[in-house]
């Protein structure tokens, strides 16, 4: 099978000759066709960081294996690795954490076991990257959680968590303040859960989530979360087993897959052959898994356990009184182990089955669609304005234009209403929410709505603008706090 291959900026390069070497070294029946993507080619004057033959030959294959890559800073260009999985649309981020023997972590030094998975979304969230000035003083960014989105990721996690023999699965999310997208996400999560009838389900607050984990991680098994909290918590699982030079990542999509080290590139040490191959290592072997070669992987993974069990260490870890090895030392290590079981939680022989790639020859974009049908209707509007007037100065100018049975029911600032009821102790920013409503019995048009809009305009200065739909009886926005 032939995969195409990313070597990376920095210490990318070496890393990536180093896995290789152990998998030629394995005769892994993989063949690899090198593409051109990472800082260089920003440098090149290529915007998304990879040449247009890099991007066909990516999609003609569906597999990529990378190394680390760097994004220019400064430059208003887009981080290639994020671009990358949400051009192909990796759905699924698939980080695995386990307790690895001569890596020694508080919990392994304590004799607590790790051995969790965390799936993060990796498509939507604030990573869709849409930002706005709304004045000089306020930005905003808009947050996308999809139940199409939604649902691709968490019925990955549950088949994922299914053949896994997994005890338990969990939604980490914040609904309790960000009741509908969160709120979406954990309804999901939710419907999905009873079609899993065998796995235990439940759902925390990703604040308790991360302190459990960094008292009990062992309690968990599977946890899947939104993108940014998806990020943050499964840097902070990396931590508990040694570093992101022991976390392997996995971006599963339907057509297209990316393997990848979620480290940096580490430009301090580049050229040196002194970088730890294994957070890649552990990603190939997931890529090897993912293509059906279980036996490889075992074989290798088993070897790589077995060196780090007996104090073979590059120079970022390991018992200091041992002398550290470079790369190219480190990776034959491995060679040489090959057959070897270690002492502490071997990897069981698994049997190989046939990758069946999806197909890929398609001519028009999927559209994430659910089978939702409510019956939908206006009712209101949300005017983001910019001005310095104090709450009832502004809410006098904002009733004398209410039109179309509109009328002015909230003003917030930053999220707290401040009209008509509010605190003079709430501080401002030149950036209000000014929300009309009317009846719902007697939904609106959007004609009614640019009505307001102009009328509006004329004292102020309109920055965005918000509808407020209902689908059915139930109300799809949210309240202002303290309304």
């Known amino acids: ?261 979620v480290h940096g590139t580490a430009p301090d040490i580049a050229g040196k052959n002194i970088a730890n191959p294994t957070s890649l290592l552990l990603s190939g072997l997931n890529m090897l898994r993912h293509l059906g070669m279980m036996e490889k992987a075992v074989m290798i993974e088993n070897a790589l356990l077995s060196t780090l069990e007996s104090g073979i260490h590059t120079g970022d870890f390991g018992d200091k009184s041992i002398p550290s090895v470079n790369t190219t030392v480190f990776a034959q290590a491995i060679i040489d182990n090959f057959g070897k079981q270690p002492t502490h939680h071997p990897k069981p022989s698994l049997q190989d089955f046939d990758f069946i790639p999806t197909n890929r020859a398609i001519t028009k974009n999927p559209m994430l669609l659910s089978s939702k049908n409510e019956p939908h209707k206006i009712v209101g509007a949300d005017f983001f304005i910019e001005t310095t007037l104090q709450p009832n100065e502004l809410a006098a100018l904002a009733i004398k234009q209410e039109k179309n049975q509109l009328k002015l029911v909230t003003i917030s600032n930053r999220g707290t209403q401040v009209w008509p009821t509010g605190s003079v102790f709430t501080n401002l920013v030149n950036q209000y929410r000014l929300r009309f409503e009317t009846d719902p019995a007697s939904p609106l048009a959007q004609a009614d709505i640019i009505d307001l809009y102009a009328a509006l305009s004329k004292d102020f200065k309109i920055s965005s603008l918000e509808l407020l739909n209902m689908w059915g009886d139930k109300k799809a926005y949210s309240l202002a706090q303290g309304q």
């Open 1 to 261: 099978m032939k995969i195409a291959v990313a070597k990376g900026d920095g210490i990318g390069p070496e890393i990536m000759e180093a896995v290789i070497g152990v998998f030629n070294a394995a005769k892994v029946p993989l063949e690899y066709q090198f593409v051109d993507m990472g800082k260089w080619v920003f440098d090149k004057g290529f915007s998304n960081g990879m040449t247009p033959e890099a991007k066909d030959t990516i999609e003609q294959l569906g597999i990529l294996f990378k190394g680390p890559m760097e994004t220019p800073k400064g430059k208003g260009v887009k981080s290639v690795n994020v671009t990358a999985r949400k051009t192909w649309n990796t759905y699924a981020n698939d980080r695995k954490f386990q307790t690895l023997s001569g890596v020694d972590t508080v919990f392994s030094k304590a004799g607590i076991n790790i051995d969790l998975t965390i799936v993060r979304e990796n498509i939507e969230d604030t990573y869709g990257g849409i930002e706005h000035m709304l004045t000089q003083d306020v930005a905003i960014a808009r947050r996308f959680i999809t139940r199409g989105g939604s649902e691709q990721v968490i019925r990955y996690a549950f088949e994922m968590a299914q053949k896994k023999g997994a005890r338990r699965i969990t939604c980490g999310h914040k609904a309790n303040i960000m009741k509908l997208t969160d709120g979406l996400f954990l309804e999901v999560f939710n419907e999905i859960a009873k079609e899993y009838p065998n796995l235990k389900a439940d759902d925390v607050i990703v604040d308790d989530l991360c302190m459990k984990l960094v008292s009990r991680p062992d309690l968990f098994d599977v946890i899947i979360l939104t993108n940014l909290q998806g990020d943050i918590v499964s840097d902070l699982c990396a931590g508990l087993v040694g570093g992101l030079g022991f976390a392997p990542s996995s971006n599963i999509g339907d057509h297209i897959s990316i393997f990848e080290a």
